[in-house]
């Protein structure tokens, strides 16, 4: 099997303690810094790996989920400041 590209997840503090104080707050929010993401947005995120420790390049996520099953955390929101920490072929939005 040909290798997963992924990249450490530490280049954006995802749950971060930010992220974790705004819980009360209702709909999708960055995993980042907590906020409610905009329509503006358009449902830009992350696709989390190896128990949250990598971002997986989307073209890799079917692969990535039969290597590691058990690690594989799905997609994550994140807003569109956040984002810009992640290099763009990491980027992507939920269900591309
Ligand atoms: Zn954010």
């Known amino acids: 099997m040909d290798q997963v590209r992924k990249i ?3 280049i954006i503090d995802l749950w971060s303690e930010k992220y974790r104080a705004k819980e009360h707050l209702e709909g999708e929010r960055c995993t980042v810094c907590g906020k409610v993401t905009s329509q503006q947005n358009k449902g830009l995120g992350v696709i989390v790996g190896d128990g949250g420790y990598k971002i997986i390049h989307p073209k890799d996520n ?8 058990a ?6 929101a994140v807003g569109s400041e956040c984002i810009k ?3 763009k072929e990491f980027q992507t939005r939920l269900g591309k």
Request: aromatic residues 16%; without cysteine.
């Open 71 to 76: 690690g594989y955390m799905g997609w994550w």
């Open 62 to 69: 079917e692969k990535e989920i039969k290597r590691d099953p």
């Open 85 to 87: 920490k992640v290099p």
């Open 8 to 10: 450490e997840a530490s």
